[in-house]
């Protein structure tokens, strides 16, 4: 049931209102209560309802946390110390919904995932009428903003108080994204952010989704742009002059900030990491950790190196002084420090080296996924050193290639860097070749 980050799919198919009460149900049978929230789509109530109603059941108290981003979920997960639903299929098309669990902030772990797949396959809990459970509405939005803009430079954000324009794609984060940096001294600028559930952009932001906001960043006169993605958990930045940040440089920016901001050495990344992200850490005399995609990962690997910063290139970043998971509110807000404390956006990606790269991903059926890498498993046929920490990548004297398969789509990954452009065409057309030809086998 669980891929990368929750449970995800097109709802009435993989995702219905039986098994969200099936996992309410589940997760309910401990008693005590759960803390639910839920993105804007329009299958998010109905969802949001069933999974409640299973929680019920079981005998466990709910309280209702409205439309919020993941990470304001997360936060009152880690306040009530319990259980926290977040419905949501983040970044992925209207059709898509899921849930992602959390305890007390942290994401559930795999074996508390096998735990909740096991309840669902068996029977259902149903509590006493006397005993089941009862449902309260709470709003954390004003002690989560008040807690997220703790966690930076806001004195130094209100004295450059920086015109930002905020683009919610009408999504989770539409009044809480922009409330947050309001509150942390910046003027904010409202772009999508006014009609919760009509999606008039690409719930994942990057550049080709976001044309008409790095648009409106220059026509505004902005000093930056932040879109947050479908839950909020990913914030990407626009410079003044409407260049949407790659997600590598972003990933660079944050990992140079918080080296030079913090004694601590050691940053987390995953094995989709570009090699700006290495050079940069290593250039300032930092130990960069690889973990499997997934922020669960960064996260653990966070905790356990007691790193000061973790993130991956989608744009989900882990900060240890909040709460262990992804944190879209709290990037965009470290964004408006880094421009703060630091400079332009644009003049801070500039001095970020880059190489040619390129991602892409090739459909196919979830259910073979697995058979597919079992064929690209059986006999290695790309050159380089191969590891087998996430999928298989291949490292060689002048760049990397990586091929997983999707976590949070029937698809295979391909991620591949080289030092030349001519290499990385040679590079990615022969794995794509054998990518194609393991879909067409199996």
Request: with cysteine; charged share 20%.
């Amino acid at each position: 049931m669980f891929g990368t980050s929750g449970i995800r799919g097109i709802f009435g198919k993989e995702v219905t209102p039986e098994l969200a009460m099936r996992v309410g149900n589940a997760i309910g049978a401990a008693g005590g209560r759960i803390v639910v929230a839920m993105d804007t789509r329009p299958t998010s109530p109905l969802l949001c309802e069933a999974l409640s109603a299973g929680a019920m059941l079981a005998g466990c108290g709910l309280v209702n946390a409205g439309i919020a981003p993941t990470p304001l979920l997360a936060y009152a997960s880690m306040k009530e110390n319990c259980t926290g639903a977040m419905i949501t299929a983040s970044h992925n098309p209207p059709e898509y919904n899921g849930i992602k669990l959390f305890f007390s902030g942290a994401e559930y772990t795999r074996q508390q995932e096998k735990a909740v797949e096991e309840a669902v396959a068996g029977q259902a809990r149903a509590a006493e009428w006397k005993m089941v459970g009862q449902k309260c509405a709470r709003d954390y939005s004003s002690e989560y903003i008040s807690f997220v803009v703790s966690k930076v430079d806001a004195p130094s954000i209100r004295a450059k108080r920086p015109r930002v324009l905020v683009d919610a794609g009408n999504a989770a984060a539409y009044r809480i994204g922009p409330a947050a940096l309001e509150a942390a001294g910046c003027e904010v600028v409202r772009f999508n952010c006014d009609s919760p559930g009509k999606f008039v952009r690409n719930l994942e932001p990057n550049p080709s989704t976001l044309g008409q906001t790095a648009k409106q960043v220059v026509w505004q006169k902005c000093d930056f742009g932040v879109a947050f993605d479908g839950d909020g958990d990913r914030a990407i930045a626009i410079d003044e002059k409407g260049n949407v940040l790659p997600l590598d440089v972003q990933l660079s920016l944050f990992c140079s900030h918080f080296l030079k901001k913090d004694g601590n050495r050691r940053i987390v990344s995953t094995v989709e990491a570009s090699l700006c992200v290495r050079e940069t850490v290593e250039s300032l005399g930092g130990t960069i950790y690889i973990t499997p995609v997934g922020s669960l990962h960064v996260a653990q690997e966070v905790a356990r190196q007691n790193a000061v910063f973790g993130g991956e290139p989608c744009g989900e970043y882990i900060f240890p002084s909040a709460t262990p998971c992804a944190e879209g509110v709290l990037s965009a807000l470290f964004i408006a420090e880094i421009f703060a404390t630091q400079g332009r956006l644009s003049s801070l990606a500039s001095m970020v080296k880059t190489h040619p790269m390129e991602r892409r991903k090739y459909r196919c059926d979830e259910a073979k996924k697995h058979k597919i890498m079992e064929i690209l498993n059986q006999k290695p046929q790309l050159e380089g050193s191969l590891t087998r920490t996430d999928g298989l990548r291949y490292d060689f004297a002048d760049g990397w290639v990586l091929i997983r398969p999707s976590g949070t789509e029937p698809a295979i990954r391909l991620t591949c860097e080289a030092t030349s452009q001519k290499r990385l065409g040679e590079v990615v057309q022969r794995a794509e070749r054998l990518i194609m030809q393991a879909i067409d086998s199996a």
